[in-house]
């Protein structure tokens, strides 16, 4: 008798529990397979591993069969045990008093064994489904626990319930250690009131205002019985009915018609004068014939000898992967070889290629690099295109690099006129990068001819091969220098670190040290490593990687004040928001040692050319969505990562990397890191697919090489519904098509209009420009004593900037690079109010207005109410000078202090995390501004007492914030009647002038 496999055996028992079915993936994990199994009904996903993909499965399979009984036994107790008090929601009082002590005795067991749980939030209309997840190694499986419940808080800890049951079943937790003693109504109150009450005040006129209104439009809110509301019992403010706005026609856009005469590719229009006008095919190709002998060819790299086949295999295929080394010459030659073939072939006019890069500093440096190979000045056959700067190059017979980011929007025009895609760097697998993939299968699948190169020096080639239905590859060795490899035991012991501690504590001391090392003991460490390099005879440059912009300045600070290496070297920091002619600086040859402090910017793509020295902290910055907010957090890059940095020193003579990790850690790296599709929020790309008219989302992020998690799908959907982007239907509104044609988030974008409807439009766009670019604030000790000697006042940072334009210099002069921010974001804010312009918003409202240019009290209060849509959920309750608590209840940090009132909200930009969390850029809100525009949760939970978001104890008169939340629909439709009002020229009604004017009134605190 043959043994059932374990794969037939969870087809059995799911099919048994009526559970659907198994789904199975594979992806390579060093030398071995790797498969996940995914059961989408209970939210199951684990991995196995095995030397063949039949294992693997097998292995994944087994393990989820295991986490499948667990959660229909723990289903069982629970229902067994308790079927009301802690699995339904007919007994909220009940259930909060055992969930909680269940919580606690699991997170003790947790913390016990530095366990941490992950939470997945999902808000519905009239409740809140939590699962939570955590790993349990001793079963070595994944277990997830779901609550359903009107408040977060409850939610958590009928979770906790389970996961009690669970762990007390297994013998993890003992019954006997573990009784349960009760917990009365007032002990919940106290717990639930760590922070204190905020005053929300609405002025008599603002009070007034709104009864006239909710008047007129013959709207009547109910009595809130708030003697019959408590914590265990709130009762919801927010109205159930909402705004459900109507949607706009769109035709699939998604469309590439190859090259055609008359046509310049480059700007979508016809061409109306110059050399190339009305030109013939054959005088065309003459004359690009002409010019291309005119060129020399660069037969250095290891590239060439695959010339033929390249140009052979493309001609041959609508997609093709090259595999080339570092230093092998594909990002610079592929797209030559491909011109220089069309033009010798009489073929010229039916070339033009876009090459897309990740970064727009690689776009430049590479479009520059290979017109100095072609001794032509940029714009002639090559030319760049990034975000608010380009230099086209002739029509015919060209080839513009770009950012990831041009093209996708270009192919909301369509792609008329162009041949030839080349995506280069495609390993780094940002979410631009996979929409742009799952864009050209598209076009392909549609009957495009299109030709599509993907390139990079460390992709799974498999992987894209698969993807693109077995496309072939071509492997190009690269041309690298040997370079020496020293990890941080080493680097300790010859820097002499060590040398208080014995030998065979190294270890330990490594553990103490480096798996939590401090950025001031990595900055220590670098600067020696550099004090070394400089006792003997440097013979190139140093670059060295950080994870981000305040590291950075960190660094150069220190490295500033060592009179050795000032006096010998040269610092050039290398970042997005260094100028363009800053950035130059870097790539030209210096009478002292240059010293490059770079984030990954410079890890691929870019190449410079003298250094021999790279000093690697082996951590990125990464973004990563965590209860619908979306932080950075410095996380330890992947080996493909670390050995395309090693890379950088060994590009044209021989060199040495220092990895501040030791071999040990280097081993336990990821292989590639985790794509962004998979990490990221959808919100932005699914509104793109919905303006491109290409499908349903859903359908669509499927065909990704790594398709999202559908809840992951869903709750970007939901957030666009709740933006008026996408209707009830998900189908495309009129402010959703204008929020797509903006370069800033969607979030950003509605709050740029609901700012111009409220007549604060130029100066919002201003504050959106800059927080878009990123921070234009330099954290370190002066940060303090700078914003105070420039803004007066801390209550906004935002605001800080936007008072007078001398401010503006005189703050970016004390942070030396951070001007070019500055200046970029003026451009920015010109092309986010073209944008409202081209969308039919008349040109008053953009017209120069004294009372924008020096706002009143009035108006910057009005703009902190609109600033807090942008930012929403980055929100804090200040509780002391440093410390917030955020919206998820977790603690963070303002490291430079804050000049503020205890017990006030404040909205932030971004949340960093590393050892803690650190939140950057604040300004002081109203909680007004919270009911009226953003909080997805606003309950009365006693007299004069409101709870906003489950976290934010706010003072009122319940009837009183019940009118005011009852105006939301109404806002929403006054946003979305403005956005077709500007379409079709009528004006406002009577009421909706009268709603704006009360917006006013009620944000003023």
């Not at 007032?186 to 009864?211: C, G, H, Y």
């Not at 609508?318 to 069309?342: D, H, N, P, R």
């Amino acid at each position: 008798m043959v043994a059932r496999s374990k794969i037939d055996i969870l087809y059995g028992l799911l099919g048994q529990h009526k559970k659907g079915t198994a789904e199975y993936r594979y992806f390579n994990s060093g030398d071995q397979f790797a498969c996940t199994t995914i059961i989408k009904s209970m939210s199951i996903e684990v991995i196995g591993k095995g030397a063949t993909k039949k294992i693997a499965r097998e292995v994944s399979a087994e393990r989820a069969l295991s986490v499948v009984k667990q959660n229909l036994k723990n289903k069982s107790a629970i229902s067994d045990s308790s079927p009301t008090k802690y699995v339904t929601c007919q007994n909220q009082e009940e259930k909060n008093n055992g969930g909680g002590v269940y919580l606690m005795h699991v997170n003790s067991w947790l913390q016990t064994y530095r366990r941490k749980p992950y939470y997945d939030v999902n808000n519905r209309k009239n409740d809140i489904l939590l699962k939570m997840r955590m790993f349990v190694p001793e079963l070595n499986i994944d277990v997830t626990f779901e609550g359903e419940a009107q408040t977060l808080q409850i939610a958590k800890q009928i979770c906790g319930q389970q996961a009690y049951v669970h762990l007390t079943s297994n013998g993890f937790i003992s019954q006997d250690q573990a009784r349960i003693p009760s917990i009365n109504v007032v002990d919940m109150k106290k717990t639930s009131r760590r922070i204190p009450f905020i005053q929300a005040k609405v002025t008599e006129s603002a009070l007034e205002l709104l009864n006239k209104y909710l008047l007129t439009i013959n709207k009547h809110p109910d009595k809130v019985p708030e003697d019959d509301a408590s914590i265990v019992k709130p009762i919801e403010l927010l109205p159930v009915n909402h705004f459900d706005p109507k949607s706009e026609i769109v035709s699939s856009k998604l469309a590439c018609e190859g090259p055609c005469p008359n046509w310049n590719p480059w700007a979508s229009c016809p061409i109306s004068e110059g050399l190339w006008y009305n030109t013939t095919k054959e005088t065309v190709s003459n004359i690009l014939y002409r010019l291309e002998k005119r060129m020399v060819k660069n037969n250095n790299l290891p590239i060439l000898a695959q010339k033929d086949k390249i140009i052979e295999t493309i001609k041959n295929n609508q997609v093709t992967i090259i595999a080339g080394g570092t230093g092998s010459g594909k990002s610079t030659q592929v797209v030559q070889y491909l011109m220089e073939e069309f033009i010798d072939t009489g073929e010229g006019i039916n070339f033009a290629a876009y090459v897309t890069e990740p970064r727009r500093i690689a776009a430049i440096s590479l479009a520059k690099r290979v017109a100095s190979e072609r001794r032509e000045k940029l714009g002639t056959s090559v030319g760049y295109c990034v975000r608010l700067d380009h230099s086209f190059p002739r029509p015919y017979g060209s080839v513009v690099f770009c950012t990831t980011g041009i093209l996708l929007k270009r192919m909301h025009s369509g792609l008329k006129g162009i041949s030839h895609i080349i995506i280069d760097e495609v390993h780094e697998r940002s979410l631009e990068t996979d929409f742009l993939l799952i864009l050209v299968k598209k076009l392909i699948q549609e009957g495009s001819s299109i030709k599509v190169i993907l390139m990079s020096a460390s992709m799974d080639t498999s992987v894209f091969s698969s993807y693109y239905d077995d496309c072939p590859v071509i492997d190009v060795e690269g041309k690298v220098f040997p370079v020496e490899t020293v990890f941080l035991e080493e680097i300790l012991s010859k820097l002499c670190l060590t040398q208080n501690y014995p030998l065979q504590c190294l270890d330990e001391y490594i553990d103490k040290r480096v798996f939590h090392l401090p950025i001031q003991e990595a900055n220590y460490v670098i600067e020696k490593i550099i004090m070394r390099i400089l006792k003997g005879t440097p013979k190139g440059s140093i670059l060295v990687f950080m994870p981000g912009w305040f590291e950075i300045t960190q660094l150069k600070e220190i490295l500033e004040k060592n009179p050795v290496i000032s006096e010998r070297g040269t610092i050039f920091p290398l970042h997005s928001s260094v100028t363009k002619e800053e950035q130059n600086k870097v790539f030209l040859p210096s009478t002292n040692l240059k010293i490059i402090l770079s984030t990954n910017i410079a890890e691929s793509s870019i190449t410079i050319d003298d250094v021999s020295y790279v000093i690697d902290s082996c951590r990125q910055k990464e973004a990563q969505k965590h209860q619908n907010v979306i932080q950075l957090d410095t996380v330890w890059i992947s080996k493909s990562s670390l050995i395309q940095r090693r890379g950088r020193a060994g590009r044209v003579k021989r060199g040495i990397c220092f990895h501040l990790c030791t071999m040990d850690h280097f081993e336990l790296l990821p292989d590639n890191s985790v794509p962004e599709i998979l990490r990221l929020s959808l919100d932005n790309i699914i509104l793109q697919i919905k303006a491109l008219g290409i499908g349903e989302p859903a359908d669509v992020l499927r065909m990704a090489i790594d398709p999202p998690q559908e809840s992951n799908i869903d709750e970007a959907i939901m957030s666009l519904r709740t933006l008026g982007a996408i209707n009830d239907q998900i189908e495309l509104t009129r402010l959703g098509s204008i929020l797509s044609k903006f370069p800033v988030p969607p979030n950003f974008g509605k709050a740029i209009v609901l700012g111009t409807v409220l007549g604060i439009g130029p100066i919002v766009c201003e504050i959106m420009s800059m927080i878009s670019l990123g921070s234009p604030y330099s954290t370190n000790e002066s940060e303090v004593q700078t914003k105070a000697s420039v803004g007066g006042t801390r209550t906004s940072d935002h605001i800080t900037l936007n008072k007078d334009p001398t401010h503006a210099e005189k703050f970016a002069s004390a942070l030396d690079l951070k001007l070019p921010v500055l200046a970029l974001a003026t451009r920015v804010k010109s092309q986010l109010i073209e944008t409202l312009r081209a969308s039919g918003f008349p040109d008053h409202l953009f017209s120069e207005n004294p009372i924008l240019n020096e706002p009143s009290q009035e108006v910057l209060d009005l703009l902190l109410a609109v600033l807090t849509t942008a930012l929403y959920p980055n929100v804090c309750y200040v509780k002391d000078k440093k410390r917030v608590v955020t919206i998820d209840g977790s603690l963070a940090i303002f490291p430079n202090g804050l000049e503020v009132d205890h017990s006030c909200l404040l909205v932030f930009t971004e949340k960093i995390v590393s050892r803690n969390s650190i939140c950057r850029e604040s300004s002081v809100i109203s909680s007004i501004a919270l009911m009226l525009f953003c909080s997805r949760s606003v309950r009365c939970v006693g007299k004069d007492h409101i709870l906003l978001d489950d976290r934010f104890h706010i003072e009122m008169d319940a009837n009183i914030a019940c009118k005011i939340v009852s105006l939301r629909p109404h806002i929403e439709s006054l946003i979305n009647n403005t956005c077709n009002v500007c379409l079709t020229s009528d004006v406002l009604s009577e009421e909706e002038f009268m709603l704006v004017d009360l917006l006013i009134e009620l944000c003023i605190t």
